[in-house]
């Protein structure tokens, strides 16, 4: 595998990480509780295309949407589990719109700012950093100032289960077509996992922990130094 190639790869585990900031039960993280590290669910089976969904599927949409609106900032730890089994995490904080920052964990050396205009992916051992438009990654979806799943034409799939509810979102960005699964719990509406698919296939899943949400956020985080490395 090239180091490109990685890397991007890396950037799609730090897009799931994202759409798992977006959207935890609000009244679970306002009052956060130290948490293990959550591990990967099972893949939820086939749904219904938005172009039919029913009064419960739009309903359902309608709570999905609900959270994700009332996010404004967030901070928490993550963990990522890419194609080849191996994991990695660290912490993340969100500023929406159009920022997050991923720290991850030793012996990870990477770091990955959005700034609301571009999104970087610095390799700090290696001293390199990758820049890509902000509107060309997914990110551009989870970090919007407002979203609606029920009227997002590249939502492709919903699927409610008794447990579960999935949605699935195809796009097509600078990194090539891919598809997104948010997985979210029935009862409470609280996203579980979150896997990005790419075109070649690899799946990479990350779920986020120990959260709080709606505090102020120190934009230091999200500020990318173009011409150097940290």
Do not use: C
């Not at 009332?70 to 589990?81: H, I, K, P």
């Not at 990110?139 to 919903?158: G, K």
Request: proline residues 6%.
């Amino acid at each position: 595998m090239t180091v490109s190639l990685l890397r991007r790869r890396l950037l799609a585990g730090a897009v799931s990480a994202a759409a798992l900031v977006l959207v935890p039960s609000l009244a679970s993280a306002q009052q956060p509780a130290k948490a293990a590290a959550p591990t990967v669910l099972a893949a939820p089976g086939p749904g219904v295309k938005p172009t039919g969904l029913t009064a419960q599927q739009k309903e359902t949409l309608g709570a999905i949407n609900k959270y994700f609106n009332s996010v404004r900032t967030m901070a928490g730890e993550f963990v990522q589990f890419g194609p080849d089994g191996e994991k990695s995490g660290g912490e993340f904080h969100m500023s929406r719109p159009g920022k997050i920052r991923f720290i991850y964990a030793k012996p990870s050396h990477l770091d990955i700012i959005a700034d609301g205009t571009d999104v970087i992916v610095r390799d700090i051992k290696n001293q390199t950093q990758d820049l890509y438009p902000l509107s060309k990654t997914p990110l551009r979806f989870l970090l919007a100032d407002r979203i609606d799943l029920t009227s997002e034409a590249n939502v492709t799939n919903v699927s409610i289960e008794p447990d579960l509810i999935s949605v699935v979102l195809e796009q097509s960005t600078v990194f090539g077509d891919g598809r997104l699964t948010m997985v979210f719990d029935r009862k409470t509406s609280e996203l579980r996992q979150w896997t990005v698919s790419d075109a070649q296939g690899y799946d990479t899943s990350v779920a986020v922990y120990n959260i709080t949400a709606n505090q102020p956020a120190d934009e230091k985080l999200f500020k990318i130094d173009r011409t150097i490395i940290r």
